[in-house]
């Protein structure tokens, strides 16, 4: 006959794991959990499946971005700038270009300026923003541009001994970009995220308007371009674009010339452009909204020769 034996067993199993293997390494990860993209990289969270039966346990919060981001756009605006027209030898230093004609090249680039800030003076020397949908009031059809922070905000002190000023960094994005000329292919480089490109982009010619200062080469998400050549909505967007200029003080009231023919400002004054827009058709009420008549050819010359024939 068998008899009852009483065995001591333990009460922890040593195939379980101990809970205090998943708390952090230190209390700062629970006190700053994601305060900084970098450190996320830095010290990778533990997986759902190492974190038990409750994988929320210790997941951080997420990362406070919408007060990051207003910081950083606040910031950008005290970078200096740099547009393409810089760099743009179809264009007079009234016309926008601020280097010599030997540095300067036709059809410049935003993305260009960029790839050479980065390949020629580094890719980490200054603190960089690009902007494509931003322009220049003289160089409206060629959208984009580079902002970056040479010099300290505050004292104004160059951040960076090799280079001291503006027109040394124009210098040596000038020489880049005539070792390296804008091709046909360029615009492509750049791709934005939900803008397709047109459809047979690189065999369209740019169609540029008698008495318009604009690259032969632009942007895919250029106005000229989006919409496979000159149409209406064009030339509206570049009313707007003009009457903004005017209104910020950047071009003459009376038109980029000041008063008489077109290229001063890379455009032609309100007049030209009326003429041309009814040369090719007429467009309604856009008249009205320049200034003139609103009808398609008529407008004030017309009257002026009805007025002359009844003098007569």
């Not at 270009?97 to 980490?124: D, H, K, T, Y």
């Not at 950047?250 to 038109?255: T, V």
């Not at 002026?304 to 024939?309: P, R």
């Amino acid at each position: 006959m068998s008899h009852a034996r009483v065995e001591e067993l333990s009460d922890s199993d040593p195939d379980i794991d101990d809970p205090s293997d998943f708390l952090p390494h230190s209390d700062e990860h629970i006190i700053r959990p994601a305060a900084a993209s970098h450190s996320s990289q830095t010290h990778p969270s533990p997986s759902s499946s190492s974190l038990g039966t409750n994988p929320t346990l210790f997941r951080p919060p997420p990362a406070p971005t919408p007060q990051i981001r207003p910081q950083t756009r606040e910031e950008i605006k005290r970078f200096q700038t740099l547009y393409p027209v810089y760099f743009d030898s179809t264009r007079s230093k009234k016309q926008g270009r601020r280097v010599s004609s030997q540095l300067a090249i036709p059809n410049p680039l935003a993305w260009q300026v960029l790839c050479a800030v980065r390949f020629a003076v580094g890719e980490n020397v200054f603190r960089m923003a690009f902007e494509p949908e931003k322009t220049h009031p003289k160089d409206w059809a060629n959208p984009g541009r580079v902002k970056l922070l040479l010099k300290d905000p505050d004292t104004h002190a160059p951040l960076n001994s090799q280079i001291r000023s503006k027109a040394h960094l124009y210098t040596i994005i000038g020489k880049w970009l005539k070792e390296n000329p804008t091709t046909k292919e360029a615009p492509l480089e750049l791709r934005l995220q939900g803008l397709p490109i047109p459809e047979n982009f690189l065999q369209t010619e740019v169609a540029v308007p008698r008495g318009w200062k604009m690259g032969t080469i632009l942007p895919v998400h250029s106005s000229a371009v989006s919409g496979g050549g000159v149409r209406d909505d064009f030339f509206k967007e570049a009313m707007e674009e003009l009457r903004h200029a005017q209104s910020q003080g950047h071009l003459p009231a009376g038109g980029p010339g000041g008063g008489g023919g077109g290229g001063g400002g890379g455009m032609p004054d309100i007049n030209a452009l009326q003429s041309m827009m009814n040369g090719m058709g007429g467009m309604g009420g856009l008249g009205g909204m320049m200034g003139g008549g609103g009808g398609g050819g008529g407008g004030e010359s017309s009257g002026k020769k009805k007025k002359d024939k009844k003098k007569t």
